[in-house]
């Protein structure tokens, strides 16, 4: 049984991520970060059919990272360890 930490169950929910009990971090940390993943090619393609001028997408990808701050963790401190 794992305990996920308040602060990482607000970050999954703002992307629908809802870890049961029995879902062990690593797999919730991957699906976020494939998530995030998946999200910054969009972000890419949109500026490779000029959707915005370069200088936006630096802006674009750090709102885009700020918006996934539980990924700035490893998967071990995403519970509680009592």
Do not use: C
Request: proline share 9%; aromatic share 14%; hydrophobic share 35%.
């Amino acid at each position: 049984m794992f305990t996920y930490k308040t602060f990482i169950l607000q970050s999954l929910l703002i992307h629908g991520v809802r870890p049961t009990p029995h879902t062990p971090p690593e797999v919730a940390r991957d699906f976020l970060r494939d998530l995030y993943k998946y999200e910054i090619r969009r972000l890419r393609e949109r500026y490779m059919r000029n959707e915005f001028p370069k200088n936006e997408y630096a802006e674009k990808v750090d709102a885009l990272r700020r918006k996934y701050p539980a990924l700035s963790l490893p998967a071990s401190q995403w519970v509680d360890e009592s």
